[in-house]
């Protein structure tokens, strides 16, 4: 096997063991804010990538990412599925087909322009971007240091916990969000320390 072909594979089991062994604490999560889905979605979605991941990591990274996206649109719904599968698919759309750890910071911060677009949303609004942003700023300043990276995401999803909800469903809840981590925000976090420990081997 191509040791791209393998990175791919390894990059896409690490992201779906670790949203399956962590399916119920996110969904623990979403139970306190939302409607205590997001753990159950992240992992159907995860789950029919993997039933398709023999087709995927045989594609170059611009294709296997957008495949990626699309599943995950599909398979995951509600909030999270359309935003996910635009980062992916974006990712997609932006990497070079032979990327290297240089492109990455550019390509993640498109797709979460698309994210923001497709959400009406924005960073400090207690979501996914209170992750993402960060994880693209660490990107731009070091694309090679990896541990810092998983730190940055464990830090900004914990950071969440004190923040007032802006949108998604926990919006609804105003200030009662406040003390509960967001459940996007967490995935996000492990799914980057999925993909640094796969990078990492
Ligand atoms: P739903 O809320 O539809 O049940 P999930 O529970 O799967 O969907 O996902 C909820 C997560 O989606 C939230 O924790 C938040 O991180 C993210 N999210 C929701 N709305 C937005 C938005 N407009 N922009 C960015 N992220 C969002
Ligand atoms: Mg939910
Ligand atoms: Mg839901």
């Given at each position: 096997m191509s040791s791209e072909k393998e990175l791919r594979l390894a990059m896409l089991t690490a992201v779906a063991q670790t949203i399956s062994r962590h399916a119920e604490e996110l969904t623990q999560l979403d139970q306190a804010i939302g409607d205590g889905d997001h753990g159950i979605n992240m992992k159907r979605g995860f789950d029919a990538v993997m039933a398709d991941s023999a087709g995927l990591v045989e594609k170059p990274w611009p294709e296997f990412l957008k495949g990626v996206g699309m599943t995950l649109v599909m398979k995951?719904?509600?909030?999270?599925g359309p935003l996910f599968g635009t980062l992916f698919m974006t990712l997609g759309k932006e990497?070079?087909?032979?990327?290297?750890?240089?492109?990455v910071a550019g390509a993640l911060e498109a797709a979460i322009q698309a994210v923001q677009a497709r959400g009406k949303s924005e960073a400090g609004?207690?979501?996914m971007l209170d992750v993402l942003v960060p994880v693209a700023a660490q990107l731009r300043k070091d694309a090679l240091a990896l541990t810092d990276l998983v730190t940055v995401a464990a830090a900004a999803a914990e950071a969440t916990g004190p923040m007032k909800a802006i949108?998604?469903?926990?919006?609804?809840?105003g200030d009662r969000s406040i003390g509960h981590v967001d459940p996007g925000a967490r995935s996000s976090a492990l799914m980057v320390a999925a993909v640094v420990g796969a990078v990492k081997g």
């Open positions: 995951v719904g509600g909030a999270s990497l070079p087909g032979n990327p290297c750890a240089g492109d609004q207690k979501t949108r998604g469903r926990a919006s609804f809840l």
